[in-house]
């Protein structure tokens, strides 16, 4: 056997090793999608992901072992230790997923590379432990496939690789026409028992063709005709915000703004045992308390685009890219308001700069500090500097931004109380599962909220001292919430699901001459952009004009709202939510995450919800 055909011979047996070997890996994503209901979505799963990875290293075989053993064959050797390095660095990649998955319910993408590289220590603390397991699973997964090389190279001569050849190809070949057929007419016939199935494998997008599938009669219009709802949207080239020219003004003596984000703020830690500064302060006169507010997004990116243009997250991207201001920020520059902005995150990672504050000059990017708890005492200090100075130098109003990352980095400082106990000195991502107890996990979150809300107090008690709370509007929310395992559904954290535990957050505001309440309608932070347009600059324009929200008071609104996550959205009603995929599937589920008893899909809801993705491109 020639050199060439060992080769070819070789490197068709490695890539079904690979493909195996990924099926295999591939499989703990089965865990965390639902029940696999019916025969059709057992035999779909099965032959889908066993296709789908086995056709990516085959396409590696076609593509470079062919074309490299043809031409030059003399390089083998080289050749083999390429794909061994490669196949071992693409079947990390897909361990690596299977946990980001596990934990936030979203692959690894672009943008999370991206934030990742940009920010570090910012978005994610990594233990040397969580290294140590990192590293060898690594010098594992080399070895596994530095064997399997070498004993294939070793015994490629067997009969045994030419008697299996065509079987193995042939399985191959009847997989992957199985498992599009079958994804194929289940699209067609909205069967989220198989659809629903899809986005949980990376990359994995098997074939559909509604309308030749019903056009060729092979599937019935009126029997699915009730499911056919479309809850995708398309983007124009070009935004639309706001649709007017908004007229604005201020009174005679203009309100100041302070807006306080605390990232992660669960509303449950709302308290006087976990935050007993603000609990004081929302009792306080001129407060209002918001019990049902929704953010509009389970990550920081969402959430706090939300805030300011009360638009969801879905226009993220076009925003980002034209770096379109929100009309509050312009509105607070128009008319002379001092912006003291402090971030304890970087403000690059979400891009922050591009979007919020892309109109603000000499934005400080980042606060001064390494652990989180040292950045936002550091932003505390900025900020009480900021309001000294002023105070002496001018009268202007100012608008304040202060952005707390200390609770969302489980960040506290050992020289400072820690009433929470017993708790862990530090995240250990690898020991959270659905059975592991999550209570000195919790406890050091409390902890850090409990920290987070001393640097407020010290806010709230130079607000007070100088006199400032008569003229002044304070706004304390999150950006998200933060579960730990609540429902029993291995969920950690945020950004995974839209479930209470991650878009119910606290929302409190002191707002001078209104009479104290708690309120118990639903809001969401679409309405506080609205609010703050209509009572501090008086615009006068349809909201509809720039805004998906309303004003705070306002009990007459749409029983919906949007929360956008890092790649998909989900429409939140009362007891249910609507999650959608880029794909075009979507699920309906409880607030437990789990399917919804009621499944129905209004037609005008889904229109709705078009109309308000798509209002503002051109």
């Known amino acids: 056997m020639t050199q060439r055909k060992q080769l070819l011979r070789w490197g068709l047996w490695f890539s079904a090793f690979a493909g195996l070997l990924l099926t295999l890996v591939a499989t703990r994503f089965i865990e965390y999608m639902?029940?696999?209901?019916?025969?059709?979505?057992?035999v779909f799963l099965v032959t889908g992901i066993f296709s789908h990875f086995s056709l990516i290293t085959l396409l590696v075989y076609l593509l470079v072992i062919i074309p490299f053993a043809l031409i030059l064959p003399f390089t083998g050797a080289v050749l083999r230790q390429l794909l061994v390095v490669a196949a071992s660095a693409g079947t990390i990649l897909l361990i690596g997923d299977t946990l980001v998955y596990a934990q936030y319910r979203f692959h690894i993408t672009g943008?999370?590379?991206?934030?990742l590289w940009e920010a570090g220590d910012d978005v994610i603390a990594v233990s040397w432990f969580t290294w140590l397991i990192t590293i060898s699973t690594c010098v594992a997964t080399y070895a596994v496939y530095f064997f399997a090389n070498k004993k294939l190279w070793s015994n490629i001569k067997a009969p045994v690789f030419t008697r299996f050849k065509y079987p193995y190809l042939a399985l191959f070949f009847v997989c992957l026409l199985t498992s599009n057929i079958l994804h194929l007419v289940a699209d067609a016939e909205y069967?989220?028992?198989?659809?629903?199935?899809?986005?949980?494998?990376?990359?994995f997008s098997p074939a559909t063709a509604k309308m030749a599938l019903l056009n060729g009669?092979?599937?019935?219009?009126?029997?699915?005709?009730?499911?056919?709802?479309?809850?995708?949207?398309?983007?124009?080239?070009?935004?639309?915000?706001?649709?007017?020219?908004?007229?604005?003004?201020?009174d005679a003596n203009p309100k100041n703004v302070l807006l306080i984000v605390l990232d992660s703020a669960r509303y449950d830690t709302f308290n006087a045992s976990v935050m007993p500064s603000l609990t004081q302060f929302s009792?306080?006169?001129n407060v209002q308390v918001y019990d049902h507010h929704m953010s509009g997004g389970n990550s920081t990116r969402t959430g706090v685009f939300n805030l300011f243009y009360g638009l969801p997250g879905t226009y993220w991207d076009a925003f980002s890219s034209n770096k379109v201001a929100p009309v509050l920020m312009d509105s607070f520059q128009k008319h002379g308001y001092e912006l003291g902005i402090f971030a304890s995150a970087p403000l690059t990672q979400p891009a922050f700069d591009r979007t919020i504050f892309s109109s603000v000059k000499d934005l400080k990017l980042r606060a001064d500090g390494n652990a989180p708890w040292q950045l936002d005492q550091n932003i505390t200090d900025n900020w009480l500097g900021f309001v000294e100075k002023r105070d002496s130098i001018n009268k202007k109003p100012f608008f304040g931004f202060l952005f707390y990352d200390g609770i969302h980095g489980t960040s506290v400082s050992e020289n400072r109380d820690k009433p929470f106990q017993p708790s862990w000195n530090r995240v250990d991502h690898l020991s959270l599962d659905n059975d592991f107890d999550g209570s000195k996990y919790f406890n050091l979150y409390k902890n850090a909220t409990y920290q987070v809300d001393q640097q407020l107090d010290r806010v709230f008690t130079q607000l007070k001292q100088k006199g400032l709370l008569d003229s002044t509007v304070v706004i304390i929310t999150s950006d998200h919430g933060?579960?730990?395992n609540d429902?029993?559904?291995?969920?950690?954290?945020h950004g995974s699901n839209f479930t209470p535990t991650q878009v119910h957050v606290p929302l409190v505001v002191h707002w001078p001459g209104k009479a104290a309440n708690v309120y118990q309608h639903r809001?969401?932070?679409?309405d506080i952009s609205v609010t703050l347009l209509q009572e501090i600059f008086n615009i006068k324009a349809p909201v509809k004009d720039y805004s998906l929200g309303y004003n705070l008071l306002d009990m007459e609104r749409d029983t919906w709202t949007i929360a956008g996550s890092y790649v998909n959205y989900a429409i939140l009603e009362k007891d249910r939510h609507i999650v959608t995929y880029q794909s075009g599937n979507y699920e309906i589920l409880d607030q437990t995450a789990r399917p919804a008893k009621d499944q129905s899909l209004s037609p005008k809801l889904a229109m709705d919800v078009m109309e308000a993705l798509s209002r503002f491109y051109r």
């Open 34 to 42: 639902p029940e696999v209901e019916g025969f059709r979505a057992s």
């Open 111 to 115: 943008f999370i590379f991206d934030m």
């Open 191 to 203: 069967d989220q028992k198989v659809t629903s199935l899809v986005r949980h494998v990376p990359m």
């Open 217 to 250: 009669g092979w599937v019935d219009e009126a029997d699915i005709h009730a499911n056919r709802q479309k809850m995708t949207h398309k983007s124009g080239s070009q935004v639309n915000y706001p649709h007017s020219k908004l007229e604005s003004s201020v």
């Open 283 to 285: 009792q306080g006169g």
């Open 482 to 484: 933060q579960e730990f």
């Open 487 to 493: 429902n029993k559904m291995n969920y950690w954290g």
């Open 523 to 526: 809001t969401s932070h679409s």
